[in-house]
Nanobody
Framework: QVQLVESGGALVQAGGSLRLSCAASGRSFGSYVMGWFRQAPGKEREIVAGISRLGRSTYYADSVKGRFTISRDNTKNTVYLQMSSLKPEDTAVYYC?????????????????WGQGTQVTVSL
């Protein structure tokens, strides 16, 4: 089992940058595919990015390609989401999730563990 705690959410102006962190506790962090999801008010939760267990493969939603970067440090049990060129439409609660699997997954239902979320608000 793994517990996830996100941090780094904030209010930022459009065009700005933020880095979200997700600290995992529990064993075998390197055994989990990790993902970042977001959910805006009135919308379904959607995947933002995913990273394989060793960080060799990544996935990005089309809406964030070229602006967001997912990375992980298995020695620190932490996954990051570097966000740049932020837009108002990026405003959402961002969630970190872990999937005990060997392959990247792209749907929320595939992930086994979730953090509590961190709010990102992008103003004009």
């Amino acid at each position: 089992q793994v517990q996830l705690v996100e941090s780094g959410g904030a209010l930022v102006q459009a065009g700005g940058s933020l880095r979200l962190s997700c600290a995992a506790s529990g064993r075998s962090f390197g055994s989990y595919v990790m993902g970042w999801f977001r959910q805006a008010p009135g919308k379904e939760r959607e995947i933002v990015a995913g990273i394989s267990r060793l960080g060799r493969s990544t996935y990005y939603a089309d809406s964030v390609k070229g602006r967001f970067t997912i990375s992980r440090d298995n020695t620190k049990n932490t996954v990051y989401l570097q966000m740049s060129s932020l837009k108002p439409e990026d405003t959402a609660v961002y969630y970190c999730a872990a999937d005990y699997s060997t392959q990247l997954a792209y749907t929320a239902s595939s992930y086994d563990y979730w953090g509590q979320g961190t709010q990102v608000t992008v103003s004009l």
